[in-house]
């Protein structure tokens, strides 16, 4: 089993969605189930409706998963555990206070030194522990070893034990930490491959000394994946933006998949990267986001998008309002962009300073006009009704029908608007 693993304290990044891309990808190529794992043990700075908003981005996004489970409800399994440890002395209780904790980091950091746990309370008697009421984390005891592992993109990565370190499990509350809250449910849940940032790789050599010393010896496949970089702000880099501005999910999936990948196209489904995707040919070097490339790729997508599915994002219903939000794709490049377009159309239109009276000689023609299938006919009944043409009947003829100074031809844009006439010149 794979699992995802998303924290409900921020926002989806784009680097995280790449994370669950990637999960899922392989999950659906090893034939194994992908379960979502809410990272919530963290309870001071979970934000409320952020854990529905990512399950609902996962649906959006088509990413297929086993069941949902929240990290805070393994609890009993953590203390249960971690006083499982405490008998066998692998663990200890710590009554260090946090301000002299701060202190040693502190003197490590002026030193410019790797700070680690002195091991004061290590070495507490029994007796002593029985008898002090003073509050309590419990720490693991560091490895006799380093702790080395496989990185299917990093290759063997070697960490000594002082820099796994006697690192807490259970706070002063008895509520599990992170590295250790993740490697009770990675056994708890049977996990076999786990696929994360490379910011995560420090974290790694800690969960494996904590089922280590549960004698847990199942392989753990591990893919710690390069940064992405370059993202603008904060804002660019949530998904949600992205989705807002109306990029749409399959061109967000596909450019995050391209991103640093040997691709045999560069346009493609999540389906279509099922089948020939490899987790080991993608960059070992950060990856750079560029909003021009997603652009350019959203842009592909939506030429390739049904028409009809194109209208009813557009707010409408009709095969072509698809084709003419299609024609404003040689301007633009997302959703919210052609939406402009067309509002723009059904509009009411401020007068022009400059065409004031050929515009309103044009509408009031328009309004006693019949239903006219083609352009050059339509432009002849302006011309006859109301004396003119060229010049002075394109650029208010333009303005009437799309609110713009210019765009795509008139003559591919009238075929599609024909019927709304009546609505466009109110």
Same mark, same amino acid.
């Given at each position: 089993?794979?699992? /995802? ?24 190529? %090893? ?10 043990? $963290? ?16 649906? %959006? ?33 710590? /009554? ?27 070495? %507490? ?88 010393? /549960?004698?847990?010896?199942? $392989? ?12 603008? $702000? ?146 002849? /009944? ?29 003559? $591919? ?14």
């Amino acid at each position: 089993m794979l699992r /995802f693993a998303p924290s409900p304290t921020k926002d989806m990044d784009i680097g995280t969605l790449r994370v669950a891309l990637f999960n899922y990808i392989v999950s659906k190529q %090893l034939n194994e189930e992908l379960l979502i794992r809410i990272e919530d043990i $963290d309870k001071e700075k979970n934000i409320e409706g952020k854990d529905k908003e990512i399950l609902e981005l996962l649906s %959006l996004f088509s990413i297929e998963y086993k069941t949902v489970v929240y990290q805070s409800e393994n609890l009993k399994y953590h203390q249960k555990m971690a006083m499982q440890l405490i008998t066998q002395k692998k663990a200890f209780a710590c /009554f260090c206070p946090d301000d002299k904790l701060k202190e040693l980091e502190d003197k490590a950091k002026n030193e410019n030194k790797t700070y680690s746990y002195d091991g004061f309370c290590e070495t %507490l008697s029994s007796e002593t522990v029985l008898n002090c009421n003073a509050p309590f984390t419990v720490r693991i005891k560091k490895p006799d070893e380093s702790i080395k592992f496989n990185d299917l993109l990093k290759g063997e990565l070697s960490y000594e034990p002082f820099e796994v370190d006697s690192f807490i499990i259970l706070r002063h509350d008895k509520t599990a930490t992170y590295n250790y809250a993740c490697a009770i449910d990675d056994m708890i849940y049977d996990i076999s491959t786990i696929i994360r940032d490379e910011n995560y790789t420090s974290d790694t050599p800690k969960q494996i000394h904590v089922r280590n010393q /549960f004698n847990y010896t199942k $392989d753990i496949d591990y893919i710690h994946l390069p940064l992405i970089v370059n993202v603008q $702000d904060n804002k660019t880099n949530s998904v949600k933006y992205l989705i807002d501005e109306g990029f749409l999910p399959s061109a967000i999936a596909n450019y995050l998949v391209l991103l640093g990948n040997e691709t045999p196209n560069e346009i493609f489904t999540i389906e279509e990267a099922i089948e020939w995707f490899d987790i080991k040919n993608i960059s070992k070097s950060e990856v750079k986001f560029d909003m021009d490339k997603l652009r350019d790729v959203n842009k592909k997508h939506l030429e390739n998008i049904d028409e009809m599915r194109f209208s009813k994002i557009l707010g409408f219903a009709d095969k072509d309002i698809g084709k003419l939000g299609k024609l404003y794709l040689d301007e633009v490049s997302t959703i919210k962009e052609i939406k402009s377009k067309i509002e723009m159309i059904f509009s009411s239109k401020v007068s022009h300073k400059s065409l004031e009276n050929e515009i309103s000689k044009i509408k009031e023609c328009l309004k006693n006009a019949p239903f006219i299938e083609d352009f050059e006919d339509f432009k002849d /009944f302006i011309t006859k009704s109301c004396g003119l043409k060229d010049k002075s009947l394109n650029k208010p003829l333009r303005y009437i029908l799309t609110g713009a100074e210019n765009g795509p031809e008139l003559s $591919d844009i009238y075929p599609l608007i024909k019927n709304y006439i009546g609505e466009i010149i109110k």
